[in-house]
T-cell receptor, first 114, second 113 residues
Framework: NAGVTQTPKFQVLKTGQSMTLQCAQD?????MSWYRQDPGMGLRLIHY???????DQGEVPNGYNVSRSTTEDFPLRLLSAAPSQTSVYFC?????????????FGPGTRLTVT | KNQVEQSPQSLIILEGKNCTLQ??????????LRWYKQDTGRGPVSLTI?????NTKSNGRYTATLDADTKQSSLHITASQLSDSASYIC????????????FGAGTRLFVKA
C-alpha cells in the first residue's frame, strides 16, 4: 500500500494564482482531511470529508475549496492564492471519524506564495 | 478555549541519554490523547494513544504517561538514538463525538552524537 500520497511536494505561486493540491489514499478510508502547518503552531484543520460526496469546514476554511467525488481522492483548491497561505499542507485519512482515531498523514506539500 | 501546550519548544540531548517531553491541555471533556512523531519533511506518525482512564502506554523506547486530574501528559524517550531527532506532537481529542482534534505545536528534539 502506498498509504496517503500528495502532489506536488513543492510549489511556488504568485499572489492571485489558483492551484489544486492533490491527495489520494489506497486504504479505503472513509474520512479524509486537510491541515496546514505553520511555524510555532499546531496543525490546523482546513476542510474534512466523512465520505464521498460529503465535505465540511474545519477551523481555517477561508480561501480553500474541496470536493470528494471518490473514496480515494480529496483535492484541495486554492482559489486566489495569498501570501498568508504560505504553509505546509498535509492530507490525512482515517478509518473512523470518532475522536482518537489514528490519522495517516501524507508527506506534505510545501507552498510558497509570493 | 480548548488548548494543547507543549514544552519545551526544542531540546538538544546526547545520544544514549533519556529525555521527557511535556504536554498540558485544557480540553474538556476529554476522550483520548495521542503522541505523534514527525520527521523533517514528512507527515506525523502515531506513537501512542491513551484514553482518559489509562495512565501509561509504551511503544518500544517511548513511554507516554497521562494524569487526567492535572490534565498533563509526558512522553519519555529512553536511550535516545540519532533517529529520534524529530518533532513530537501531542494531540487531544474532545469527547464530543466529532471528528476534530486539537494539535499542540510540538517539541523539536535534536539528538547529537
Amino acid at each position: 500500500n502506498a498509504g496517503v500520497t500528495q502532489t506536488p511536494k513543492f510549489q511556488v505561486l504568485k499572489t492571485g494564482q489558483s492551484m489544486t493540491l492533490q491527495c489520494a489514499q489506497d486504504m479505503n478510508h472513509e474520512y479524509m482531511s486537510w491541515y496546514r502547518q505553520d511555524p510555532g503552531m499546531g496543525l490546523r484543520l482546513i476542510h474534512y470529508s466523512v465520505g464521498a460526496g460529503i465535505t465540511d469546514q474545519g477551523e481555517v476554511p477561508n480561501g480553500y475549496n474541496v470536493s470528494r467525488s471518490t473514496t480515494e481522492d480529496f483535492p484541495l483548491r486554492l482559489l486566489s492564492a495569498a501570501p498568508s497561505q504560505t504553509s505546509v499542507y498535509f492530507c490525512a485519512s482515517s478509518a473512523s471519524g470518532r475522536g482518537g482515531h489514528e490519522q495517516y498523514f501524507g508527506p506534505g506539500t510545501r507552498l510558497t506564495v509570493t | 478555549k480548548n488548548q494543547v501546550e507543549q514544552s519545551p519548544q526544542s531540546l538538544i540531548i546526547l545520544e544514549g541519554k533519556n529525555c521527557t517531553l511535556q504536554c498540558n491541555y485544557t480540553v474538556s471533556p476529554f476522550s483520548n490523547l495521542r503522541w505523534y512523531k514527525q520527521d523533517t519533511g514528512r507527515g506525523p506518525v502515531s506513537l501512542t494513544i491513551m484514553t482518559f482512564s489509562e495512565n501509561t502506554k509504551s511503544n518500544g523506547r517511548y513511554t507516554a504517561t497521562l494524569d487526567a486530574d492535572t490534565k498533563q501528559s509526558s512522553l519519555h524517550i529512553t536511550a535516545s538514538q540519532l533517529s529520534d531527532s524529530a518533532s513530537y506532537i501531542c494531540v487531544v481529542s474532545p469527547n464530543t463525538g466529532g471528528f476534530k482534534t486539537i494539535f499542540g505545536a510540538g517539541t523539536r528534539l535534536f539528538v547529537k552524537a
